[in-house]
């Protein structure tokens, strides 16, 4: 307990925010960089600009190629679903109820939320995946759209778990 009465796990802080959006800011320049290196050729030239070598490339192109966002929002889905699982539970132990029918017969056992979340979670991929082969910008949208709601339904347990904790 600190010296306010509140359970230091339960309080959300700006350093816990300021991490959690450095994290996702790395992602997505991990995998604009290494876009953007698949699409340049590597060359050598001389000081005149005419080219001296070129490095061989492989002939082998896949069928379709996946957006390289994908992967790095498959990871922050992980991420923000298991925000959720601790700042449920955070919640619920302060005395909050959980406001989701669906999650709520899954709430008071860790092991049966932590099943939800992980189901959610595959579902939600294979969707995304199945999505992008048709729509690539639709699959995207849809997986930032998921993770923004979840995102903000767990601050919002965090912010009820801290206003709860100082009763």
Do not use: C
Not at 35 to 40: L, Y
Not at 58 to 71: E, K, N
């Amino acid at each position: 307990m600190s010296h306010r009465g509140l359970d230091w796990r339960v309080a959300v802080t700006t350093k816990h925010l300021v991490a959690l959006a450095a994290f996702v800011a790395l992602s997505f320049s991990v995998v604009g960089t290494a876009a953007a290196g698949e699409k340049e050729e590597m060359r050598l030239a001389d000081a005149s600009g005419v080219i001296v070598a070129k490095v061989p490339r492989s002939d082998y192109t896949p069928a379709v190629t996946r957006p390289a966002i994908l992967p790095a929002l498959y990871v922050a889905l992980g991420a923000v679903q298991a925000w959720d699982v601790y700042s449920t539970r955070a919640a619920l132990t302060a005395g909050a109820r959980e406001a989701n029918p669906t999650a709520a017969p899954f709430a008071q056992n860790s092991g049966s939320m932590l099943g939800l979340k992980a189901a959610t979670t595959v579902s939600t991929i294979f969707l995304a995946e199945r999505m992008w082969k048709k729509n690539k910008v639709g699959a995207v949208v849809m997986l930032v759209a998921i993770n923004s709601a979840t995102a903000a339904v767990s601050m919002n347990n965090m912010r009820n778990a801290k206003k709860l904790g100082m009763r």
